[in-house]
Structures are given as structure tokens and as C-alpha cells.
């Protein structure tokens, strides 16, 4: 078995409180449910706003930078994310699928090492 990440794409202007709406919560629900039934959910989170993250680069003279914001600007960012414990890449890119459709947003399958 092997672990794969699958992350939620949100642009940065991206509101839930104006997006989502109860048949979403539940379709995002009723997957996570399946996956806790199917046995190959690891671990899952919902992540805040990018307005809220902060990024930390080393200088080349060794000193630690601390900024607001994410790490590269973008006008897309990681909103959520499972990790899953599947047999195979078609097998995560399948709960991949789901994903899209149950948060109705693009989705990003990666393998961890």
C-alpha cells in the first residue's frame, strides 16, 4: 500500500461561507465517510484562508525571513487535503475523482515517498 495526497485547490479570493452550501457539506460528508468505511483514510484537514499563512525562507547569510503569506504567490492555494493509504495510483486518482465532485474544485493526486 502506498500513501497519496490528495489536495483541494481554492483560488485566494475563494469564500466558503458564500460558496459552500449544505449539499456540498454533504457530498464532502458522505466521501469522507466512505473513505473511513473503505479503511484508506490516514488523515484529512481543512486548511484557513492563504491570508493567514505565514512563510519562513533562509537567507543566505543563515538568517530565517519571516513573511505574511504563502510561499510563492499564486492566485491558487491548497484549501484541504486527505492522505490516503490506497494500493495504487489509479486507486487514489479514483478518490481523487470524488473529491472533485464533492468540493466541486480542482484536486491534485501526489504520491509521498
Same mark, same amino acid.
Given at each position: 500500500?502506498?500513501?497519496?495526497?490528495?489536495?483541494?485547490?481554492?483560488?485566494?479570493?475563494?469564500?466558503?461561507?458564500?460558496?459552500?452550501?449544505?449539499?456540498?457539506?454533504? +457530498?464532502?460528508? %458522505? !466521501?469522507?465517510?466512505?473513505?473511513?468505511?473503505?479503511?484508506? /483514510?490516514?488523515? =484529512?484537514? @481543512?486548511?484557513?484562508?492563504?491570508?493567514?499563512?505565514?512563510?519562513?525562507?533562509?537567507?543566505? +547569510?543563515?538568517? %530565517? !525571513?519571516?513573511?505574511?503569506?504563502?510561499?510563492?504567490?499564486? /492566485?491558487?492555494? =491548497?484549501? @484541504?487535503?486527505?492522505?490516503?493509504?490506497?494500493?495504487?495510483?489509479?486507486?487514489?486518482?479514483?478518490?481523487?475523482?470524488?473529491?472533485?465532485?464533492?468540493?466541486?474544485?480542482?484536486?491534485?493526486?501526489?504520491?509521498?515517498?
Amino acid at each position: 500500500m502506498s500513501q497519496y495526497l490528495v489536495a483541494i485547490h481554492h483560488p485566494d479570493d475563494y469564500d466558503p461561507f458564500a460558496e459552500e452550501d449544505r449539499a456540498m457539506e454533504r +457530498d464532502i460528508d %458522505v !466521501l469522507n465517510e466512505e473513505m473511513v468505511a473503505a479503511g484508506i /483514510r490516514i488523515f =484529512v484537514g @481543512g486548511l484557513q484562508p492563504v491570508s493567514r499563512a505565514r512563510s519562513l525562507r533562509t537567507q543566505p +547569510d543563515g538568517t %530565517v !525571513l519571516l513573511a505574511d503569506g504563502p510561499y510563492l504567490p499564486t /492566485r491558487e492555494h =491548497v484549501a @484541504g487535503f486527505w492522505v490516503l493509504e490506497v494500493a495504487s495510483l489509479d486507486e487514489a486518482l479514483a478518490w481523487g475523482r470524488k473529491a472533485a465532485i464533492a468540493c466541486r474544485a480542482p484536486v491534485e493526486v501526489r504520491p509521498f515517498y
